[in-house]
């Protein structure tokens, strides 16, 4: 993977700082006098947020319920062990996960064939919603093993392990390839290899990145496994876990029952926190070589919390633009072939793209209607006939994708609502993000999945399906957009800003002539990420039947799954939907978001 | 008459070990027509002083006044040619000269006059639609000239121009800058040019600042009275030269003794 020099000295911000002066040590951020970083003290703010957000949430809630506490009791050790599930599931993922990064990510970036076919796979599984292939895998697995236990159990920590697995294989991979090169040869001329070779250099070098990948990791696991556990209750015999524990409590509209559940699980993650991975960063600390001329010294060394999810956003940010900029897809490579030359003038005359984009949407149709033409004769002649009901669904495919696809966009759109004025608040008022980042840094760090099934359940006649769809779409999409565009907007060269002051332009002129171009890249960047995340979100978001009595169901392509799942003979549905959101997605990743990115690259970016 | 004035500016912010004392008791003039030279070691400052001299931030105590009105606010008045170009890069070299017209709210025809006049005066003539990235680095400065002359400041303020710039286009850029200066249908009253480059000061100013670090303050004005155009191998220009040479590296050492007697540099100040 070529390091990507444009979003680097975007995040640097600065550019070469030449001998300009600098000023006491105190001030941070080069040379003309700022006040001291905002961040800095953001620390303990932080910590205490973290303990009282849980507790006045659970707090508030308890009361707005009106249950006494010794109700909350009976349902603990239900919780509690449904917990334990989740966690071990959790635990045997993230162990995998690491397992998997450290031998993967170290050959990609020590082999020669790793920049050429290891990076590359990597990109593409990263850029699928893998959450499709749950349900996929659990069938799979279903009838490959005989206990109905085992099936299941794999399949949910094969789906978080591929949730967690690629940052930290991109954590690992980059520590090896950013290595000083003098470090390596002296590594090399004293021989030192084996055991010693990893705990003296390669094991410091990798530290830093992989806890802080290892906490987004386990953000991300949390949001997975809940959705997966609440996925498995649309079809009887349910993953004993908190996501299906919450899922049933809702369906019964038992409160307490669910309030337990979130609370435990609200202590468990800041107990992780506290427990591990501040520890753990503090510790890493240690390993923190400089070398880097670029940002990440100016973020300051204001600790774990208040950097983590900038630093998150950046290796998201960055894993996006390797899987963006790097040879599309397989398919699509192979669907180019034929006229490779032909799209290669085309790209290269910027006037006429239209076409190429044309000769490539069409191609990715045919492809889905051979594919699913493929699997619904492999269904006719291998299984049984297609029943009239899942053909019917089937032949909708196109009506439910479009249905989800608006669906997503219109989230997409509130998210953009919500992140963009929060994110330029954020970074431009020191105070409102000293109080307002730490806050906004837990309730990410929440996997909202867990609210989904109250979201259903209990808000569905304030806000329609329609409206709890979108809601939930926005949990899974506003972070992802929001980091970035923070890391955007805080990565703006400063003296385009002192510039801008200094011309007296201010306002619409500021908003349209600086700051929108200047975060472009990142907003770009953003919204690939929130829309993965979408993509990923539809298929809880359309669907859930925890009984004959509580049952949500949309039109949708995330339904779609979920029905073709749930039903007897439905596996073709289940299929055809998801090879359909699959292409959906390539397509608009190859139209709509690499020549915007594109765009982004060449004319939005600092030099 | 002062067009700018300096009285006792000191600044200093409240860091974790106390509060942290960036400059004291600045107090100069810039006058009419002055082509005022702010001349120190790195770290004194001097940028921050063109700062609050246009009214990006402003001093903890002491004033600054502009056409003896106390700058409270960004003096548009005042133009600023920066140390990295601060271009804009999505911007052609057109836009970026109108940046500041816009933001005067000029008419559109005055706005293409304008900008058509200061891309000619800077030699830009041919890259009106040129993106900056697309500039070597003397042409993109020349960029920062225009767009800062071209919105006819009082006072043009120059950080560093010519030190991210190769030593031979710093050279032409330095005399054209000489030029354009000398021209009177040209709009500048007076320049302040902050640099660390003694002989810059010297070839290019009338009036040298010479400033001291930690906390910055003055050491001495110096008057350049050599005629122009000035030879640098002259004794006269090595002479001063090395004067404003020992002026910094003596106020450097360890333990300050100043060994010019300055009117305004407080003799308290301590190392840090």
Same mark, same amino acid.
Request: a neutral charge; aromatic letters at 10%; charged letters at 15%.
């Given at each position: ?5 444009s ?9 070469p700082?030449?001998?300009?002066e ?8 080069g ?17 205490i947020?973290?303990?009282?957000t849980?507790?006045?949430?659970g ?11 010794? *109700? ?28 998997f ?16 076919? $290891? ?9 699928v ?15 490959l ?10 399949? *949910?920590v ?26 390596r ?12 070779r ?7 070098? $990798? ?23 609440i ?65 990440e ?15 998150a ?8 633009r ?7 897809t ?18 290269r ?17 045919g492809v ?5 033409a ?28 479009g ?43 929440f996997?909202?999945?867990?609210l ?17 769809a ?5 949990t899974? $999409? ?12 805080? *990565? ?12 007296g332009?201010?306002?619409r ?34 669907y ?5 009595s ?16 749930a ?6 549905? $289940?299929?055809?939907?998801?090879l ?9 990743n190859?139209l709509?978001?690499k ?10 970016r600092?030099? | 008459?002062?067009l ?13 070990h ?30 921050? %002083? ?24 960004v ?13 804009l890069?999505? %911007? ?5 000269v ?15 006059a ?5 891309i ?46 190769d ?12 030029? %354009? ?22 070839q290019?100013?009338d ?19 050599l ?28 333990r ?17």
């Amino acid at each position: 993977m070529e390091p990507d020099t444009s979003i680097r000295s975007l995040e640097g911000g600065r550019g070469p700082a030449g001998d300009r002066e600098r000023m006491p040590s105190a001030s941070p951020s080069g040379d003309v006098f700022r006040p001291p970083s905002a961040w800095s003290n953001g620390r303990q703010r932080s910590a205490i947020l973290y303990l009282l957000t849980p507790i006045l949430a659970g707090g508030a809630l308890a009361a707005t319920v009106g249950l006494s506490l010794g *109700s909350f009791a009976g349902y603990i050790p239900t919780a509690a062990v449904d917990l334990f599930y989740s966690f071990l599931r959790m635990c045997a993922a993230y162990v995998a996960s690491l397992g998997f990064a450290l031998a993967y990510g170290y050959y990609a970036a020590t082999r020669p064939q790793g920049e050429r076919v $290891m990076v590359p796979v990597l990109d593409i599984l990263q850029s699928v919603p893998i959450l499709g292939f749950f349900p996929v895998a659990i069938v799979a697995l279903a009838d490959l093993t005989p206990n109905s236990w085992v099936g299941p159990n794999i399949a *949910s920590v094969f789906l978080i392990f591929t949730s967690m697995s690629w940052n930290l294989v991109f954590g690992v991979y980059e520590s090896v390839k950013t290595l000083p090169i003098d470090l390596r040869e002296a590594t090399d001329s004293f021989g030192v290899r084996g055991i010693q070779r990893f705990r003296q250099v390669l094991f410091p070098a $990798m530290v830093n990145r992989l806890v802080y990948n290892s906490v987004l990791s386990w953000t991300a696991g949390w949001f997975f496994l809940v959705e997966a556990e609440i996925f498995t209750t649309n079809k009887g015999g349910a993953l004993p876990g908190i996501g299906s524990y919450l899922s049933f409590a809702a369906g019964g509209h038992n409160g307490t029952a669910f309030l337990t559940g979130l609370v435990l699980l609200v202590i468990l993650i800041a107990l992780l926190d506290f427990g591990v991975w501040r520890p753990l960063g503090r510790f890493a600390e240690r390993f923190r070589y400089d070398q880097s001329p670029s940002g990440e010294g100016d973020l300051g060394s204001s600790g774990l919390t208040n950097t983590r999810f900038r630093r998150a956003a950046a290796y998201i940010t960055r894993g996006v633009r390797s899987g963006v900029t790097r040879v599309s897809t397989p398919l699509v490579q192979l669907a180019a072939i034929p006229f490779r030359s032909t799209a290669g003038r085309l790209r290269r005359n910027e006037h006429h793209p239209a076409l190429y984009y044309g000769i490539l949407g069409g191609i990715l149709v045919g492809v889905w209607l051979l594919l699913i033409a493929i699997i619904v004769a492999i269904f006719n002649v291998f299984s049984s006939p297609l029943l009239p009901s899942v053909r019917g669904q089937i032949l909708e495919l196109p009506l439910a994708m479009g249905a989800s696809l608006i669906r997503v966009v219109v989230a997409f759109a509130f998210c953009l609502a919500i992140a963009l004025p929060l994110a330029v608040l954020m970074s431009r008022r020191p105070r409102a993000a000293r109080v307002g980042l730490p806050v906004v840094e837990v309730i990410a760090s929440f996997p909202a999945t867990a609210l989904f099934p109250v979201i259903i359940f209990e808000l569905l006649p304030y806000i329609s399906g329609e409206g709890a769809a979108v809601l939930m779409l926005m949990t899974g $999409m506003l972070w992802y957009l929001f980091f970035n565009l923070l890391s955007g907007v805080r *990565s703006l060269p400063p003296d385009l800003e002192e510039a801008s002051r200094s011309f007296g332009v201010k306002g619409r002129g500021f908003f349209t002539k600086v700051l929108l171009p200047g975060i472009f890249p990142a907003l770009i960047t953003g919204s690939i990420t929130a829309f993965g995340g979408g993509w990923n979100t539809l298929i809880v978001a359309e669907y859930l039947n925890v009984g004959a009595s509580q049952k949500f169901q949309l039109l949708g392509v995330g339904s779609a799954i979920d029905i073709g799942y749930a039903e007897p003979n439905g596996l073709p549905l $289940m299929v055809a939907a998801l090879l359909t959101l699959v292409i959906t997605v390539i397509a608009i990743n190859e139209l709509i978001w690499k020549p915007l990115y594109r765009r982004a690259v060449e004319k939005y970016r600092y030099d | 008459m002062a067009l700018i004035r300096l009285n006792g500016v000191s600044k200093s912010f409240a860091s974790r070990h106390g509060t942290m004392s960036i400059m004291e008791g600045i107090t100069f003039d810039v006058k009419n027509a002055d082509f005022l030279a702010i001349v120190g070691p790195s770290g004194c400052g001097k940028s921050t %002083l063109l700062r609050l001299i246009q009214g990006l931030d402003h001093p903890t105590t002491g004033e600054i006044t502009f056409r003896d009105k106390p700058v409270e606010s960004v003096c548009h008045e005042m133009a600023m040619v920066f140390q990295n170009f601060a271009l804009l890069p999505w %911007l052609t070299v057109t836009q970026n000269v109108t940046f500041g017209l816009e933001a005067l709210g000029w008419p559109i025809d005055r706005i293409r006059a304008q900008s058509e006049r200061y891309i000619s005066v800077t030699g830009l003539e041919g890259f009106e639609e040129a993106y900056p990235r697309e500039l070597s680095g003397g042409m993109r400065q020349r960029v920062g000239l225009a767009r800062a002359l071209a919105v006819e400041p009082a006072v043009l303020l120059m950080d560093e121009p010519f030190s991210a710039l190769d030593p031979l286009t710093a050279e032409s850029l330095r005399e054209e800058i000489l030029q %354009l200066w000398r021209d009177p249908q040209l709009p500048p009253e007076a320049v302040v040019l902050v640099t660390h480059n003694i002989e810059e000061a010297i070839q290019l100013a009338d009036r040298i600042v010479v400033m001291a670090r930690r906390p910055s303050h003055v050491l001495e004005q110096v008057e350049v009275d050599l005629p122009r155009p000035r030879d640098r191998k002259s004794p006269a220009f090595y002479e001063l030269t090395d004067r404003v040479y020992s002026l910094i590296t003596e106020s450097g050492t360890p333990r300050p003794v100043p060994a010019v007697a300055s009117p305004t540099s407080t003799s308290t100040s301590q190392p840090l």
